[in-house]
């Protein structure tokens, strides 16, 4: 018997506030292309004070999952039914997958970082000394995965205190990591025993792609890992610099894709095509 027709399509998508933008739908939909899943994936328009509503929605119309970003990431917390242990260490959530009746929180952001450190660096985090550049959302989901990765040492430079203490309190009090706090108020120079340096601010992003972080280039050595989250453009001035001086480099463009990867295979079961999404990414902010 010929299977009966099936025109539902599984929904999933993005909460954001602008989220007209955000090129994650890009990547996604490449990957149901390339399964032949018959998913879609929406960029919805969401503003702070009807968040609540529209998790109801998300409930009532079956979504199965969502990506949040910017506003939501820490006030989507309160409408879920669980959380991850990690999310709920870092304070945010940027996915929210469908288990049966209910939403759970998830954040990938750290996650895809990881994944990207370790398959397209080569890099496994155990036992290192890090630098991170910066204190915001993005540095607290990565610091947390290192942490619990096993990073030996995690200094976080930024020029808000106020921001940074409250972060190293967190790794030092809740992961076996030994975090510090240093303040980013003249031009930095990085440690020499430093293995890994991350740059997590958005310094550099398009359209202000020609800045790159305050830091003494001259610090930075060969044998070092140098990582950007900027994924558009992904080969910033920042690792330019850092790449004329012998260290390896590992762009924004590997970790989006595969935070994305996971946010895939946590909604469709599936593993994700990262090839295709990263393709089809790449294509999107017109780099080879």
């Given at each position: ?135 915001g959302g993005a540095a607290r989901a990565m610091t ?79 044998g070092m890992v140098v990582c950007d989250v900027i ?58």
């Amino acid at each position: 018997m010929a299977d009966e027709p099936n025109y539902k399509s599984e929904l999933v998508g993005v909460f954001g506030h602008p989220v007209a933008e955000n090129p994650t739908i890009v990547m996604q939909e490449a990957g149901f292309a390339a399964l032949g899943l018959n998913w879609r994936y929406l960029n919805i328009e969401v503003l702070p004070e009807d968040l609540g509503a529209a998790v109801q929605g998300l409930r009532a119309m079956n979504f199965q999952g969502i990506n949040c970003t910017i506003p939501h990431k820490v006030a989507v917390l309160q409408y879920l039914d669980d959380v991850s242990t990690d999310a709920r260490l870092m304070g945010a959530v940027n996915t929210v997958r469908r288990d049966g009746k209910h939403l759970i929180g998830e954040n990938t952001d750290g996650k895809g970082f990881l994944r990207s450190l370790r398959e397209d660096a080569g890099v496994d985090p155990s036992g290192l000394r890090i630098v991170v550049l910066g204190a915001g959302g993005a540095a607290r989901a990565m610091t947390v995965e290192l942490a619990l990765a096993g990073a030996s040492h995690i200094s976080i430079v930024n020029r808000s205190a106020d921001r940074a203490r409250p972060l190293v309190a967190l790794l030092n009090d809740n992961t076996p990591t030994q975090a510090t706090y240093v303040p980013w108020d003249v031009i930095f120079a990085i440690p020499s025993d430093t293995h890994v340096l991350v740059n997590t601010t958005s310094i550099g992003l398009y359209p202000n792609v020609t800045d790159k972080p305050n830091i003494d280039y001259a610090t930075i050595k060969p044998g070092m890992v140098v990582c950007d989250v900027i994924p558009n453009p992904p080969q910033t001035p920042f690792l330019d610099e850092a790449a004329k001086r012998g260290a390896r480099t590992l762009d924004g463009l590997g970790m989006l894709v595969n935070q994305g990867a996971i946010a895939f295979k946590m909604w469709t079961g599936h593993d994700a095509p990262v090839e295709a999404m990263r393709t089809a990414l790449a294509a999107e902010f017109g780099v080879s």
